[in-house]
């Protein structure tokens, strides 16, 4: 079964840069897909972004054109890069995954990573 552990959250000021990582460990070949996610107090969680097996890229209007995902498959390992940062993308950030299992497709979830942006 594939596991998820996120890492990069941490304090920035509005304008500035993070760069979130995703290692995926145990049956990693089995991912049909990754994603980033996002949920601040109060809100559900959101998309932010998404990537599939064949590399084609999705983005929450929100971030397009200020956060970036790519992978480095060598690595198994997802990347967010976020760039000029806002208050409202303060959240606590979730890798997922889907993971195929047989003929059954699973989601997966990283236990999250705090991301605060200061104003």
């Known amino acids: 079964q594939v596991q998820l552990v996120e890492s990069g959250g941490g304090l920035v000021q509005a304008g500035g840069s993070l760069r979130l990582s995703c290692a995926a460990s145990g049956s990693s070949f089995s991912i049909t897909y990754m994603g980033w996610y996002r949920q601040a107090p109060g809100k559900q969680r959101e998309l932010v972004a998404r990537?599939?097996?064949?590399?084609?890229?999705d983005y929450a209007d929100s971030v397009k054109g200020r956060f970036t995902m790519s992978r480095d498959n060598a690595k198994n390992t997802v990347y967010l890069q976020m760039n000029n940062l806002k208050p409202e993308d303060a959240a606590v950030y979730y890798c997922?995954?889907?993971?195929?299992?047989?003929?059954?497709?699973?989601?997966?979830w990283g236990q999250g990573t705090q991301v605060t942006v200061s104003s």
């Open positions: 997922a995954a889907d993971e195929l299992r047989g003929s059954s497709v699973y989601a997966v």
């Open positions: 990537i599939s097996s064949g590399g084609s890229r």
